[in-house]
Structures are given as C-alpha cells and as structure tokens.
C-alpha cells in the first residue's frame, strides 16, 4: 500500500474514532438519560379538600422526583377554604426548598388563589387577570338559645363560641394572610398594608404596578422563567395530573357552593366556616 493509500485509511480511521463512535455512543446514551423536566400543575376550581389534595399529590410527586426541575403552578381560582388553602401553601414552601415554582394567572387568583400565588416564587399574569381579594370571611355563628328538650353542658357546646371570638379569629387570620404576602412578596409590594387589606381586586396590569405579581406574560414566558431559574435547557413539560396518578372523579365531587331550588350554582359556599374566598355576589340560597 502507498503512503497516499495508508494517509488514507489512517485518516478514515482516525476520523472514525474520534467522530463516529463518539457520536454513536452519545446518541445512545441520550436514550437512558432523561431529559429535565418542568412539571405544570392547573388548579381550576375552589380549593377545597378534594382539589387541595390532588394539588399536595401533585406537589409532593415533582418535590420527590429529580427529573422535576421546576414547577408551574397554572391559577384559575377564587380561593376556598383556610385549611385547605394554608395545607396546599406549605407544600408549595417544602417545595420551594429545592425547586423553583413560578405562578401563572390565566384567569382569576383571587383570595386563597393570591395566598397560593404568594407562595410561588414568581408570579405572571395576563393584563385582564383578576388578581388580590386579600382577606378573610365567615358565617358568623349563631347566639346561643335554648332548644327545647336538649341540653347541653355549655353554652357554646352547640354554637362553637361567641361572635366576638369569631370576629377576633378572623382579624388574626387576615394578619396572618396579610404576613404570608409579606414574606412572599418582600421588596416587591409596592403598596400599603391600607391598600392591599381593603380585600380589592385588581387587573393583572394594576397588580403589576402594586407589586402583587411580577410580569405580564404567557404560558410560555413562565417555562422560559422556569428554565431559567432552574438553569435547564431542552426540556420537556409535563403535566403532573398524569405521572402522580391525579385522576378525574368517578363520581361529581360534592357541592362547594350553594344552589337554588332551580338549580343553579351560587358563588356563597354552603357550609358554615371561614373561608379564603372572593365572592363577586353575595347572593344567600333561599
């Protein structure tokens, strides 16, 4: 063989080793490797104990899974329940350990959905988003009276506690939603504690201007945001309803709000309680 020849085959070979095999075991192992993932979870109704508990599923599935590197949480809420709101946002905060979590308003987050909100640690909205609603309501319960024929061991024993209690648990945990904003907003808020606990709503081009969220944008723009916080590239976003096994009710879930006797739906929740909750018309069930 001449020199040519073997210059040749010398560089045929060469270029094989360096360039062909390399990328043959590159491509395979692309096949094993998974790529980084944004998981997206929509929260689209009130919060109550069956949509809390498959948001907290959600939540816990991205915080344990390493291929989830970042979480959008999609709004589209009135709020609902204290309980139920307040157990959703500490699993957001053991979430926000490790992992960042970027808000989207697509339609409304309000009340309990702006506590949430404040929980993430970037908020996006739609210039006709309705955004805020910060604040706190409640059946009062009723005065004590006597019902014939029962007895009871204490005057409350039926009735809970005195309105005056009431009222004072709900200024404390209007402080306390008021304190969850501080501490997910910071330097951000813009506006007064007069201001933000007038329990207004605002567009999403106002709360921009108050510092109750962060940008105006799209979908898209919150898993650029996302990627960028977690310092990912090509990824793939995942809707977390699947992986965690979040899966449509059998049977319709049981009646947050109150309905009239023809049946439609009011925008009052039917049980007593305390409620995060923006409620556009006070409407009371005949």
């Known amino acids: 063989m001449n020199e040519s020849a073997q210059a040749k085959t010398w560089g045929f070979r060469t270029w094989f080793l360096y360039v062909i095999i390399p990328l043959i075991v590159g491509i395979l192992l692309s096949l094993f490797i998974q790529r980084p993932k944004i998981g997206v979870i929509t ?26 590197k970042a979480v959008i949480l999609v709004l589209n809420t009135p709020g609902g329940t204290v309980t139920d709101t307040e157990s959703v946002y500490m699993e957001l905060a053991r979430l926000r350990q490790t ?9 409304l987050a309000a009340s309990g959905g702006y506590y949430l909100l404040s929980g993430t640690d970037y908020a ?21 009276t006597v019902i014939s024929g029962l007895y009871s061991t204490g005057p409350y024993k039926l009735w809970g506690e005195p309105q005056d209690t009431f009222i004072g648990e709900m200024e404390m945990l209007k402080q306390g939603f008021y304190h969850a904003v501080l501490l997910g907003r910071g330097s951000r808020l813009k506006a007064p504690a007069s201001v933000i606990l007038r329990g207004q709503v605002y567009t999403g081009s106002d709360a921009l201007r108050m510092g109750l969220i962060d940008e105006l944008g799209s979908i898209s723009q919150a898993y ?10 090509h990824y793939q976003v995942l809707d977390l309803k699947i992986p965690s ?13 109150q309905t009239t006797k023809d049946g439609a739906t009011l925008s009052i929740p039917k049980d007593p309680g305390i409620y995060l909750l923006y409620v556009p018309n006070m409407e009371i069930k005949p």
């Open 224 to 233: 650029d945001k996302a990627a960028q916080m977690a310092h990912i590239a």
């Open 43 to 68: 929260l689209n109704d009130a919060i109550a104990s069956g949509t809390a508990q498959d948001l907290i599923t959600q939540i816990v599935y991205a915080r344990t899974h390493p291929e989830i």
């Open 124 to 144: 996006f909205a739609k210039p006709s988003s309705t955004i805020g609603n910060i604040g706190v309501l409640g059946f009062l319960p009723t005065p004590p």
């Open 245 to 257: 096994g979040v899966l449509p009710p059998v049977t319709a879930p049981a009646a947050f709000f």
């Open 99 to 107: 992992k960042p979590v970027i808000a989207m308003v697509e339609g």
